[in-house]
């Protein structure tokens, strides 16, 4: 599935970048009148970029061959504009380097470049660590670092930009926990797929404002916490495909109102589905594939009015209720093969599903429900489990 932001981010993103260029254009046609040779900024500018030039390796479409001399802002990729604080001063507002297969790290004199809105880095061969000046950046809005070679822990530092908005850090190889300032941060989009991180969102977290979250293609581990409640009032879209999520899918899900993607594919997600995702009224699309769900296909689900695709296939399901037999008749895009449906084709074998029904899990008693005593392994007392699954062939 394309990795999108949602209309409401996009438009303001576009709405932002429209202006921009549109200031850039404006500024790169009279630069001559902001000499840098009397403009701070730019010969911050000028000298930051310099030593960035220095430790750039391999520029195989050379877009950094016209980095020579101080009228930086006739350098490819770099935007001009007037400074906020300053209609009067000329400043490095923009880079945009995308796609330009460049190799090289980004050097500490970065953080000269103090003017920028936006970094936009997608698809180079960057690599090391980020450097901690980074910290200097306080108006950048939009940084895309994505598709690179950068490594080490989650980078702390871009979560001290007042000003940021939008975070793109898929493709990279960052690894170890998320930090739990990442939810609280004022961040419209967060994208930190494909990496290797190794911890989701912390119990006790308070709440985001973003309205894209994209942690799909990490090692997390663990359950989905019932705290995800608290993006109720932002998140359109959610992506936690091959997160290597455990456990029952935690019925706050379902308070997620505004949401239009949910993904779960590909987890080891268990138990039945909650039956709060009825009340997802906006949702379009619902993966929940290659999983061990087990139960009903809930007819909440699929009645939900916006609801375009629904994909169930590769769990444990020996039931559907009402329409869900027959989604297709709807215009809805539907796949519930190979799980444990007694009337329908393409499902496993009866060996498979007993290996799994036999077996039902209640999730109000799992370790990770809000509901679940919090008792020692030596003084917990045995489970209730639900009553065994009707009979599937």
């Not at 350098?75 to 001063?89: E, H, W």
């Not at 490594?151 to 940021?164: K, M, N, R």
């Not at 939008?166 to 300032?181: A, S, T, V």
Request: aromatic share 8%.
């Amino acid at each position: 599935m394309a990795l999108s932001l949602t209309f409401h981010a996009l438009t303001s993103l576009l709405l932002f970048h429209v202006s921009f260029v549109s200031t850039a254009t404006h500024s790169h046609h009279h630069h001559a009148s902001h000499s840098p040779n009397h403009n701070q900024n730019l010969q911050k500018a000028y000298h930051a970029l310099q030593e960035w030039k220095k430790v750039i390796y391999s520029d195989p479409k050379n877009l950094t061959g016209d980095w020579v001399g101080p009228l930086v802002c006739s350098y490819t990729g770099v935007f001009c504009a007037p400074s906020p604080s300053d209609a009067n001063t000329l400043v490095v507002a923009g880079i945009d380097l995308n796609h330009g297969d460049i190799a090289g790290f980004l050097p500490e004199p970065i953080g000269l470049l103090s003017d920028l809105a936006l970094i936009h880095l997608n698809s180079n061969r960057f690599c090391g660590v980020l450097p901690r000046s980074l910290a200097q950046l306080t108006l950048l809005y939009e940084l895309d670092l994505s598709n690179n070679r950068f490594v080490g822990p989650f980078p702390d530092v871009v979560l001290s930009l007042p000003s940021l908005k939008y975070l793109d850090l898929r493709y990279n190889e960052f690894e170890g926990p998320l930090p739990p300032k990442l939810f609280t941060n004022p961040l419209d989009a967060i994208f930190v797929n494909n990496n290797r991180l190794t911890s989701l969102i912390p119990r006790d977290f308070t709440g985001t404002t973003a309205s894209v979250v994209v942690f799909a293609n990490n090692d997390f581990s663990g359950c989905l916490p019932p705290t995800i409640a608290h993006f109720a009032d932002t998140l359109e879209e959610l992506l936690l495909i091959n997160s290597s999520l455990t456990g029952c899918l935690p019925p706050e899900v379902g308070y997620l109102y505004k949401l239009r993607v949910l993904d779960m594919s590909y987890n080891s997600l268990v138990g039945p589905v909650p039956y709060s995702l009825a009340g997802l009224g906006h949702l379009e699309l619902l993966n929940l594939d290659h999983n061990m769900f087990t139960g009903t296909v809930p007819l909440g689900v699929c009645v939900l009015p916006s609801l375009q695709n629904l994909t169930v296939s590769d769990n444990y399901f020996y039931e559907e209720e009402g329409i869900c037999r027959n989604l297709t008749s709807r215009g809805i895009v539907f796949d519930d093969s190979n799980n444990c449906l007694p009337d329908k084709p393409h499902q496993r074998s009866h060996k498979a599903c007993e290996a799994v029904l036999d077996h039902p899990v209640d999730c109000y008693d799992h370790e990770c429900s809000a509901m679940a005593p919090q008792a020692s392994p030596l003084t917990a007392g045995p489970s209730v489990s639900p009553a065994p699954a009707p009979a599937y062939t």
